[in-house]
């Protein structure tokens, strides 16, 4: 009992008067409860911190620590979208007003730019597409023709799965840049001063319990200075 009141008095003095908030705790494994908690409470959005204790020093302890979290498992079996806060940032005061996109062109990157759409629309916020072109871990060297190639039939790509779908929205940008896809989308939403990263959470990628979201969203989440969401299913996001 005394961890539910200790949770009272502390999010009670961060909110303000007049939100609807309900205060739960459950014993039982952490991930199991969130998941069960959400499905009951038939939920939109999952907000969690990425728990970093005792590793800040280390990033290799960071990573093996995130990998086998709380976190990868409840964002690996949700329904709805998981918000994942790693440090404040001071768009928690001013809403989000820049919102980035990192579009990989799979089919699970199309449900998340549908939640990546309507989210901006919603906040009234600048929607930025971006897609990096992958020429890291190609271990040949690329010739500037196919380069060029590969940019040419990114554009199109882009134009064809998502910017046809912002009919009259007209606050949205696209981008295509090319190098370690992770490098890049951290760099782009520094320079688009981003309050938000929003990427498609590839579950099928995840192999064991040592494995991680995927190499790009596990490396963005270890390296952004915003919130990233991580869309797993279109289950919420259906009737966007």
């Known amino acids: 009992m005394w961890v539910k009141d200790e949770l009272k008095n502390t999010y009670d003095r961060q909110m303000k008067s007049g939100v609807d908030c309900e205060i739960d705790t459950a014993v039982g494994i952490p991930h199991r409860e969130v998941l069960r908690k959400a499905r009951q409470e038939d939920v939109d959005l999952i907000v969690m911190g990425a728990s970093t204790t005792g590793c800040e020093a280390d990033a290799d302890a960071y990573q093996r620590h995130f990998a086998g979290s709380t976190l990868q498992r409840v964002a690996k079996a949700s329904k709805a979208p998981v918000l994942v806060v790693n440090r404040p940032v001071a768009s928690f005061w001013g809403g989000f007003t820049n919102i980035v996109f990192g579009a990989d062109f799979s089919k699970a990157s199309e449900h998340a730019f549908k939640f990546a759409l309507k989210t901006a629309k919603e906040l009234d ?66 320079e688009k001063q981003a309050d938000l990263i929003i990427m498609a959470h590839h579950s099928k990628d995840v192999g064991d319990e040592e494995s991680a979201f995927g190499h790009t969203l596990e490396q963005v989440l270890l390296r952004a200075t915003c919130p990233v969401a991580s869309v797993n299913r279109p289950d919420k996001i259906q009737n966007v």
């Open 125 to 190: 916020a600048k929607l930025h597409v971006f897609h990096a072109i992958d020429i890291g871990s190609t271990h040949s060297l690329i010739s500037q023709k196919q380069l060029d190639d590969q940019m040419i039939e990114a554009r199109d790509r882009m134009r064809r799965k998502y910017l046809i779908q912002t009919g009259d929205f007209k606050n949205v940008s696209a981008d295509i840049w090319e190098g370690i896809p992770y490098v890049e989308i951290v760099k782009y939403a520094r």
